[in-house]
């Protein structure tokens, strides 16, 4: 029993060294690579509080307060149309939701701040008590106001470079090519934010969405009304089997058509816009210059 015991030990003894010899240089050079890619990671180790800079001391957490403040400020009906606002102003990659609206938390802060400064600068304490609130309740909309604005300017460029794009895609389309081909050419040599709208459409399209439920994202993302009616003609025609081509060349005639009745409405809206400037701010400089000498003059006159 003894010698079989022995004999038992010795093997495994000889197969561990066999297997060490097989694998130990490239066992050991996994090893080595991984500390190595430990000691990449962190390279500092652990600092202790009171050591880290100041940033990451007094910054840092209470940027991280200022932001629960902020998310526990917004609702869920507040976030639905702060996303909708995003989608019209394009989704600007550095401003996803998720950084707006820790800053409205900010923002919120440092509106107080500014208020109740002001307000105590100019209307001593009743006035910092006033402008407090004031200062705050301005901090916390001017995430959601910036947003709007850059919707607005961005739902304005989609709406003047419609009648252009519609025409690229009539020429595309009548020159041979499919109406996704045809959107390709757009989103590659046009320019503004409808030529990368239908690069987005494009893109839903290839991760499996169809073109129907892409073009209807597309109308989702858009208050232009011209553009809604045309992705609804196109789906239509799509679904009836109607030749596209006819359907891009009629709504492009239209959109010129509507092109020029704004433009001939601005122009006969500027003689209303500049009456009020007009008559506050010219007349009385030309009163002044014009009447201003005789009026010293007879005052003068009378004087004596």
């Known amino acids: ?49 009171r050591d880290r800079p100041a940033r990451q001391r007094l910054v840092d957490p209470l940027t991280q307060r200022l932001g629960g403040l902020g998310r526990a400020l917004t609702p869920t009906g507040a976030l639905t149309r702060l996303q909708r606002h995003l989608d019209y102003a394009g989704n600007p990659p ?3 939701i998720e950084r707006i609206v820790p800053v409205k938390g900010i923002a919120l802060a440092a509106g107080t701040g500014i208020g109740a400064a002001l307000g105590l600068l100019f209307g001593g304490l009743g006035g910092a008590i006033v402008g407090a609130p004031v200062g705050a309740l301005l901090g916390l ?39 996704d081909a045809a959107m390709a050419q757009v989103g590659q040599n046009g320019k503004g934010p409808l030529a990368r709208e239908m690069v987005r459409v494009l893109q839903e399209m290839q991760i499996g969405k169809s073109r129907p439920a892409a ?3 597309l109308a989702q993302r858009t208050t232009v009304t011209d ?11 799509g679904d009836l089997g109607v030749p596209i081509a006819g359907v891009l060349r009629e709504h492009a005639k239209e959109m010129r058509i509507r092109r020029r009745q704004r433009a001939e409405e601005l122009a006969q809206k500027v003689p209303i816009k500049i009456l009020f400037p007009v008559l506050f701010c010219l007349f009385p400089a030309l009163f002044v210059v014009i009447l201003g000498p005789g009026v010293l003059q007879i005052m003068a006159a009378f004087s004596r």
Do not use: C
Request: net charge positive; proline share 6%; hydrophobic share 50%.
């Open 94 to 96: 550095g401003w996803p």
């Open 227 to 237: 553009l809604r009616t045309f992705v609804t003609a196109v789906v239509q025609a």
């Open 215 to 217: 073009l209807r994202a």
């Open 1 to 49: 029993m003894l010698l079989l015991i022995g004999l038992g030990a010795l093997a495994g003894a000889v197969l561990v060294g066999v297997l060490t010899l097989a694998g130990g240089p490239g066992s050991r050079v996994d090893v080595a690579r991984a500390l190595a890619h430990l000691d990449r990671r962190r390279p500092d180790g652990y600092v202790a509080p």
């Open 141 to 179: 909309l001017t995430p959601d106001l910036l947003v709007y604005n850059a919707g607005l300017k961005r739902q304005k460029e989609v709406l003047l470079s419609l009648p252009d794009v519609l025409d690229t895609l009539v020429i595309s389309v009548e020159a041979g090519l499919g109406f």
